[in-house]
């Protein structure tokens, strides 16, 4: 019983491992090479950055239309850190990773807290002027960072070092994917549920919506900008116009394809919509036709994404759940009224 | 008996419409306060300044000794003001258990940071709240829906769901909306009897709006009678149903040709 409960837990751990393990197993057998694995590496950051945008969008029930613009603060702040102060040039190699980890740190942090900045005059907003908003928040930091000459402005920022590899990726993936799913399982997640299904009811239920908008849009910022500086550790160059309102669009696709309120929705949506237009270069400049026929007809068939609504085990926490990790069964106990000393 | 809540000349105004003019009340704790009066006559509108959703024009809404006028409606739900809707307004993908722990959030002392770890204590403070809600549902007779999703519920559990997750609040006083609109007459008598238990219990003081006399007469100590916005009667309900003010509110003032 206790072995079984741990195998269970860990059991996602050793199936990600495996899966990398494969991975490399097929790069050095030669059937999968870098480009594959840059691709790969693009669909995990892209795997973070839907998560991050279902959080506000998918669970709060906001619309936010912005969310490239917290990834183009990730990226630069992180960016700084690597390129400009603690450049490889000065740090030893050994302070590589610790160097990298700060980066990441710090681009979340200061997306979190424009993030917050933004949220907290913004989120009396609802539905389509929230959205406005956002949108033109990602606007706003474009054109900011293109005005910033110690960055490089609209050039933008060269000579990132490649710290983040494919490893790296499938750390902060499988991260985010624990952290949301426990903050979706607690207080937090279901008070963003109730505002999400019903602002005026969770109000009168007590649940401070503006409060509980505003942690989860500092949240999702946070997300977004570790993914932004992860994802300008694999790229190496960013730029501004990287982080437009078309890469915002993209992440909305990935999230409504997938399926939004899902964080299964979330992995299938990002991956398979970043390797599509990859799988379809052979048919050139009708592979963008294809790809959006392709969105048509999902959205046509399956409203609610690709997965419908569907969970994997791993990524939902159910009320049996909650009794095996107390190592007990849910049918035996509090049901009864009489018994409560027992339980 | 004590005094909870202390309306004072409540008067709110949309544009040059009065909707409610001077509403004052005294809750006494314990006690079962009716509102009648005809449809349009500002009973919900009435709800919505007790809650928070509108603000009034002038008047107070003391609890405790604090004006409660110009706070937000999760402030008056924090004061112990928990109400139900007249077009039900449930956490429509949420199962049945989830909706009543999210009223569960102002209580709950789940930290971010534990919660985003999932500590031992946060799996802990889960299972304890996960019990508390199922012994609710087992007094309301809702455990076997338990993980239903709400909008799957017929429509009198969903009624019955929405008056369950409000007694989760740990309210002081329950508002009822029209608890019983549109149900059939078993419905009425089973919501009538939970209120029976929910008054016995719980020893809760209970303000509801309702239309069918037959399910407000017997279970109201005190009846508010409003028209046009104003209070026309106020008394027991026995003085309330020969109040010849409030037989014209409710028949017009031709009845006396015919009787």
């Not at chain 1, 751990?13 to 840059?38: D, E, F, P, R």
């Not at chain 1, 900011?144 to 590899?165: C, F, H, K, Q, S």
């Not at chain 2, 102002?106 to 199922?134: C, G, I």
Request: charged fraction near 15%; charge should be positive; proline fraction near 4%.
């Amino acid at each position: 019983m206790k072995f079984s409960k741990r195998f269970k837990s860990i059991l996602p751990v050793i199936g990600l491992a495996a899966l990398y393990g494969l991975i490399m197993l097929l790069k050095s057998m030669g059937i999968a090479n870098n480009y594959h694995i840059q691709i790969l590496m693009f669909a995990g950051v892209n795997i973070m950055m839907t998560l991050s945008l279902n959080v506000v969008n998918g669970f709060t029930g906001q619309f936010s239309i912005g969310h490239a613009g917290f990834m183009s603060l990730g990226a630069y702040g992180s960016a700084i850190i690597t390129t400009l102060i603690l450049k490889p040039s000065v740090i030893p190699a050994s302070m590589e990773i610790p160097v990298f980890l700060l980066s990441l740190l710090v681009g979340g942090l200061v997306a979190a807290m424009v993030g917050y900045l933004i949220g907290l005059p913004t989120l009396k907003l609802k539905g389509d002027y929230l959205a406005i908003v956002t949108l033109a928040f990602g606007e706003i930091v474009r054109a900011g960072l293109r005005l910033i000459e110690p960055i490089g402005a609209a050039r933008g920022m060269i000579g990132v070092p490649n710290y983040a590899n494919l490893a790296w990726i499938f750390l902060f993936v499988a991260l985010t994917l624990f952290f949301v799913r426990n903050i979706i399982y607690s207080r937090f997640g279901r008070a963003w549920i109730a505002i999400r299904d019903n602002e005026i009811a969770a109000e009168a239920m007590g649940i401070d919506s503006t409060r509980y908008k505003i942690i989860s849009f500092t949240f999702s910022a946070f997300i977004a900008g570790v993914a932004g500086g992860l994802y300008a550790h694999v790229v190496s160059f960013i730029q501004p116009d990287t982080f437009s309102f078309v890469k915002s669009s993209d992440l909305l696709v990935f999230l409504y394809a997938g399926g939004s309120g899902s964080l299964t929705g979330s992995i299938v949506g990002a991956l398979l919509l970043t390797s599509l237009p990859e799988a379809l270069r052979f048919l050139a400049s009708w592979r963008l036709v294809i790809y959006a026929l392709v969105l048509v007809i999902v959205m046509l068939y399956s409203p609610k994404g690709i997965t419908g609504g569907y969970e994997l085990p791993f990524l939902r926490i159910t009320r049996k759940d909650i009794y095996e990790n107390r190592g007990k069964k849910i049918s035996e106990t509090p049901l009864q009224e009489t018994k409560e000393g027992d339980v | 008996m004590a005094t909870i809540l202390s309306v004072k000349n409540l008067t709110i105004k949309f544009g040059g419409l009065v909707a409610v003019e001077d509403f004052s009340v005294d809750v006494q704790e314990g006690e079962l306060l009716a509102i009648i009066g005809p449809n349009g006559a500002g009973k919900t509108t009435v709800f919505n300044m007790l809650t928070g959703i509108y603000k009034p024009t002038s008047g107070s809404i003391e609890m405790d000794g604090k004006n409660l006028v110009g706070m937000r409606p999760h402030q008056f739900a924090a004061h112990g003001l928990a109400r139900t809707f007249q077009n039900i307004r449930l956490f429509h993908n949420a199962s049945v258990v989830d909706n009543i722990k999210m009223a569960y959030t102002l209580h709950s002392s789940e930290k971010f940071f534990p919660a985003l770890m999932r500590t031992e204590s946060v799996v802990e403070q889960e299972w304890e709240l996960d019990m508390e809600v199922m012994r609710l549902l087992k007094i309301f007779n809702l455990d076997q829906q338990a993980d239903l999703l709400s909008k799957n519920l017929p429509y009198g559990p969903q009624r019955k769901l929405e008056i369950v997750r409000a007694m989760m609040l740990k309210p002081k006083i329950l508002l009822l909306d029209e608890p019983v609109a549109g149900m059939n007459v078993a419905e009425i008598d089973e919501i009538a009897s939970l209120i029976a238990q929910i008054r016995e219990k719980f020893k809760m003081t209970i303000i509801l709006i309702e239309h069918h006399m037959n399910f407000v007469m017997p279970i109201a100590d005190r009846i508010k009678v409003l028209d046009f916005g104003k209070t026309i009667a106020e008394g027991n309900p026995g003085d309330i149903q020969k109040n010849p003010k409030v037989i014209e509110a409710y028949l017009g003032g031709g009845y006396h040709a015919i009787a």
